[in-house]
């Protein structure tokens, strides 16, 4: 089959492998993602620049990235991850992450892991300063812009 996940495909991978049952969908994997790619874990702030190169918008259920949500239906297609609640392991692959991005993603998931995608929802809108309720004025706006610099 050829399980060779690369980028954000490793880190979606290892972040289904590390949550497990606690994986719950595709819309906690998202706000994770977005995360791993835009959370300077040292400071706590979000940065300009993601860190792999998936852009993400404001959505209908927040902060959402077409490039990502590609590789992960990618994964499904490829029997990689199965689509569900919770996103399960469709078969044991290896990822390749670097050591400073692996120690980032497994300080985010000590933080945020146990939050329910609705609450990384919230959470990431609020990162980005934007009210829940308000997010609709956001719609479609590039999340590198809203970031203060």
Known sequence: MGCA???IRDVLVYLVRKLGSKSEGRK??????FLVEHLDVRS????????LGDVFFIYYYGVFSFDVMREYENLVREGVLVD??????GCEVETRLEERLRHDVDEILERYGDRSGYELELETL????IEPHKKDLYFGKRVDELIPP
Do not use: C, N, T, W
Request: no cysteine; charged share 30%.
């Open 84 to 89: 569900g609640y919770p996103v399960k392991l």
């Open 126 to 129: 609020h990162m980005l300063g």
């Open 44 to 51: 706590g702030r979000l940065r300009k620049e993601p860190r």
């Open 5 to 7: 996940p690369l980028g």
């Open 28 to 33: 906690k994997l998202m706000k994770l993602a």
